[in-house]
């Protein structure tokens, strides 16, 4: 997401040039401002004479993360020939840098997505319906793996988290009674990653792109809105031009499951991340959300739900 500036642009010329002077078309850049809202990159607007664009410089955490960063160029570049994301201008592998071009619109927020379901609905079917993405993107394989790597690593585990390892498998099961197959997705489309520039609504940041089922990403922009389940209901319904109670339970599901995982991501961050944010306080409240789920009755009523077209 890129939303609003945040450094001092003499700085930021001093620490960066050598790597911007690598790419031709930034050469003439007349200014450079950080943006804010990156917690795995630093992303900078770069204005030139011939146009502005997006410069995203990834972490060195990267790796840790799951995060693919060749995977990431070559889903991105996907999703700009199809004119759902930011076009992609250029790469440079061994520094990290990706570039992009410049959406001009209003960055979402939380009731911006509540107001717009219908239209996210249409990006999300336009995102979902293009070519196959590089890789597959599964959260029960991500959250597997970052459980290895808080073990391995010995970084701090939020209390219990164990305990809700039978449901997480009671959940897999059930996933495979309906099964629709995968589709391209963005699978972390948080309010800001969403731009309006008045005629659609643009999907940005490709990190964690991969193809999936198309509920975890319908379940991922409720749940990072905190949405009323009304709204959820609403999302499906414009999705797929109907009301489906067996697309509501999974993609509620899918929102259960990327809270109980994105908390260990936030757990290994908190650990490696040199970005001034308290990732662990976040990872908490994700995790919070998922434990009082995980022991709802809706979660019981989900699991038969989801298994019944």
Same mark, same amino acid.
């Given at each position: 997401?890129y939303?609003?500036q945040?450094?001092?642009a003499?700085a930021?010329?001093?620490?960066?040039?050598?790597l911007f002077?690598?790419?031709?078309?930034?050469?003439s850049?007349?200014?450079?401002?950080e943006? #804010?809202?990156g917690?795995?990159?630093r992303?900078?607007?770069?204005? &030139?004479?011939?146009? +502005? @664009?997006?410069a995203?410089?990834? $972490?060195n955490?990267?790796?840790?993360?799951?995060?693919?960063?060749?995977?990431?160029?070559v889903?991105?570049t996907i999703?700009?020939k199809?004119?759902?994301g930011?076009?992609v201008?250029?790469?440079?592998?061994g520094e990290?840098?990706?570039?992009?071009?410049?959406?001009?619109?209003?960055?979402f927020?939380p009731?911006?997505?509540a107001?717009n379901?219908?239209?996210i609905a249409?990006s999300?079917?336009?995102?979902? #319906?293009l070519?196959?993405f590089?890789?597959e993107f599964?959260?029960? &394989?991500?959250?597997? +793996? @970052?459980?290895?790597?808080?073990q $391995?690593?010995?970084?701090?585990m939020?209390?219990?988290?164990?305990n809700?390892a039978p449901?997480?498998?009671e959940?897999?099961?059930?996933?495979?009674?309906l099964?629709?197959?995968?589709?391209?997705?963005?699978?972390?489309?948080l309010p800001?990653?969403f731009?309006d520039?008045?005629?659609?609504?643009w999907?940005?940041?490709?990190?964690?792109?991969g193809?999936?089922?198309a509920c975890?990403?319908?379940?991922?922009?409720?749940?990072?809105?905190?949405?009323?389940?009304e709204?959820?209901?609403?999302?499906?319904?414009a @999705?797929y031009?109907?009301y489906?109670p067996?697309?509501v339970?999974?993609a509620?599901?899918w929102?259960?499951?990327?809270?109980y995982g994105?908390?260990l991501?936030a757990?290994?961050?908190?650990?490696?991340?040199?970005?001034?944010?308290?990732f662990?306080?976040?990872?908490?409240?994700?995790?919070d959300?998922?434990r009082?789920?995980f022991?709802?009755?809706?979660?019981?009523?989900a699991l038969v739900q989801?298994?019944?077209k």
């Amino acid at each position: 997401m890129y939303p609003e500036q945040v450094s001092d642009a003499s700085a930021l010329e001093s620490e960066f040039a050598e790597l911007f002077n690598k790419v031709e078309r930034l050469k003439s850049r007349t200014s450079i401002s950080e943006l #804010s809202g990156g917690l795995t990159n630093r992303n900078f607007r770069i204005d &030139t004479p011939e146009g +502005n @664009y997006v410069a995203r410089i990834s $972490s060195n955490s990267s790796s840790l993360l799951s995060i693919d960063r060749g995977s990431e160029f070559v889903n991105s570049t996907i999703a700009g020939k199809g004119r759902v994301g930011a076009e992609v201008l250029d790469y440079l592998p061994g520094e990290g840098l990706l570039l992009i071009s410049y959406i001009k619109g209003k960055t979402f927020g939380p009731d911006d997505v509540a107001s717009n379901l219908s239209r996210i609905a249409q990006s999300l079917r336009a995102l979902h #319906s293009l070519d196959p993405f590089d890789h597959e993107f599964n959260m029960f &394989t991500t959250q597997k +793996n @970052y459980l290895g790597i808080v073990q $391995s690593q010995g970084f701090k585990m939020p209390d219990g988290y164990l305990n809700f390892a039978p449901q997480v498998d009671e959940i897999k099961k059930a996933f495979t009674v309906l099964f629709d197959g995968l589709v391209p997705c963005n699978n972390d489309l948080l309010p800001g990653n969403f731009i309006d520039d008045g005629e659609k609504i643009w999907l940005i940041d490709y990190e964690y792109s991969g193809n999936n089922d198309a509920c975890f990403e319908i379940g991922n922009v409720w749940a990072e809105a905190f949405l009323p389940l009304e709204a959820l209901e609403d999302l499906v319904t414009a @999705y797929y031009g109907q009301y489906r109670p067996d697309k509501v339970a999974r993609a509620w599901l899918w929102a259960l499951v990327a809270k109980y995982g994105w908390s260990l991501w936030a757990s290994i961050q908190s650990s490696v991340s040199e970005l001034d944010f308290d990732f662990w306080e976040w990872g908490m409240a994700k995790y919070d959300l998922a434990r009082s789920e995980f022991t709802s009755n809706y979660f019981r009523d989900a699991l038969v739900q989801v298994t019944r077209k």
